[in-house]
């Protein structure tokens, strides 16, 4: 082989294997995750915090005021609920509900559940019921959530005494009617957190009896 055809030969084999070796490494760098310095990165993601609002409400309640839902019972198959500051107070889950009126006391100031009870309306004793009323200490309030009936043993002495705490549909109450209500001890108004609806065979949702009914929101803690 002429000298200059070997200095050809090897040129060519040195452009082979440098051009061997590029195509390597730029192979190895297409395959490499590529890091943004943090500059470019921007600011490390933060952590979305989900805000639980008490009892479910749509808005969390402002400052000195309670959060609060009832739900009345649904025919005579489902109870009914109360709920306050997020702490549930009766409930079917609970098994602590009962055949018509459904009934918690509350502080109003401090917002601690104090006491709470069921009367049977249909066949019970409308005078523990009387009594129950009478003893409701000044400063309560008083949540009430009807299930079943919660009417046919509703008496004068009874209505008056939901009057007196706030109700606007205690003269009126029925049988099987739906009824949620809270109020207070020592109200001196009519109370603006109330729903009632009357049991009517041509409008009723469930065979016998109105549909359910639901009340939240919030109500002001009492300041001495």
């Not at 195509?23 to 915090?49: D, N, Q, V």
């Not at 009594?131 to 200490?137: G, N, R, T, W, Y």
């Not at 919660?150 to 008056?160: Q, S, Y």
Request: charged share 20%.
């Amino acid at each position: 082989m002429r000298p200059s055809g070997l200095f050809r030969f090897l040129a060519f084999i040195f452009v082979l294997i440098t051009s061997l070796i590029f195509i390597r490494s730029y192979m190895s760098i297409g395959m490499k995750t590529i890091r943004l310095p943090r500059w470019l990165a921007g600011p490390p993601s933060k952590k979305i915090e989900v805000v639980k609002i008490k009892c479910g409400l749509s808005k969390p309640c402002p400052d000195n005021f309670f959060a609060f839902k009832i739900l009345s019972g649904a025919a005579n198959v489902v109870g009914p609920s109360m709920c306050f500051e997020g702490h549930m107070i009766m409930s079917p889950v609970k098994d602590n509900v009962g055949r018509g009126l459904n009934i918690a006391l509350v502080n109003g100031t401090t917002g601690k559940v104090v006491r709470q009870a069921s009367f049977d309306m249909y066949s019970g004793d409308p005078t523990l019921l009387v009594k129950f009323l009478k003893a409701i200490p000044e400063g309560m309030l008083v949540l009430v959530a009807s299930f079943d009936d919660p009417g046919t043993k509703m008496n004068d002495e009874l209505r008056k005494l939901f009057s007196n705490l706030g109700s606007s549909y205690a003269g009126q109450l029925g049988f099987r009617d739906s009824w949620i209500f809270l109020g207070a001890r020592d109200i001196s108004n009519k109370s603006p957190f109330e729903q009632y609806l009357k049991n009517t065979p041509n409008t009723n949702k469930y065979e016998g009896w109105p549909e359910l009914l639901e009340l939240e929101g919030c109500v002001p803690r009492k300041v001495f």
